[in-house]
Structure formats: structure tokens, C-alpha cells
């Protein structure tokens, strides 16, 4: 899918418009139609997430919530010991044919 992405100096994003757009173009979608297509998935997958379930998409990977436990830091200005706060943070893990498509992808791109 490289004709989604904006040739740029930054490093090139997929955005929700892209995605938009993308389904705009080949679905047929109307833009209202597709926008709400792609905010009803990502609701969907941030509820899930939220209350505490997996999100697994085959083919592409796993998201989940992990807790951190609290532990010991500085603050950067004064550089007082402190104690930061547990919390709970999203990760994701990609599939096996991800990775794979991404090392194959890799191997042919030259530097």
C-alpha cells in the first residue's frame, strides 16, 4: 500500500483520513459513510481495551493492556528521587506474518 502514504521529509504515517479515503475509493463509500466506518472500529477496539480485553486481529497482531508497576525515577530539573505511579499502558505485539512481510520488505529496500 505504498501509494496511501505522502511522499515527505518525515517519516511517512498512515492517518485516519488515508483510511478514509482508502475506503472512499474502494468501497464506494461516501466520506461520511467511511468516517464513520473507521471511528466505529477504533471505538469498538478502544472500548474492548479499555474494560480489559484483547484486541486480536490475525495476520497483523495483538493489542493489550498492561499494568506498570510503580517505580523508583528522578525528576530531570531538580533531581529529586520519586516514586512514579503504577498505571496501565497499551502495547501491541505484532503477528509472525507481519514480521515476516516486514523483513521481506526491509530486505529489498536499500538504505
Do not use: C, W, Y
Not at 493489550?64 to 498505571?87: F, L, W
Amino acid at each position: 500500500m505504498p501509494d496511501l502514504f505522502v511522499e515527505s521529509l518525515e517519516t511517512p504515517s498512515l492517518t485516519k483520513a488515508m483510511l478514509i479515503e482508502r475506503l472512499n475509493e474502494s468501497l464506494g463509500l461516501n466520506a461520511r459513510e467511511a468516517k464513520d466506518m473507521v471511528d466505529a472500529v477504533f471505538e469498538l477496539m478502544s472500548d474492548a481495551l479499555i474494560s480489559g480485553n484483547e484486541v486480536k486481529l490475525p495476520g497483523f497482531g495483538n493489542f493489550q493492556i498492561r499494568t506498570k508497576a510503580p517505580r523508583p525515577g528522578r525528576n530531570p530539573k531538580t533531581g529529586e528521587a520519586v516514586t512514579i505511579a503504577p498505571r496501565r499502558v497499551a502495547t501491541f505485539r505484532a503477528s509472525n506474518a507481519l514480521k515476516e512481510q516486514i523483513g521481506r520488505t526491509s530486505a529489498q529496500t536499500p538504505e
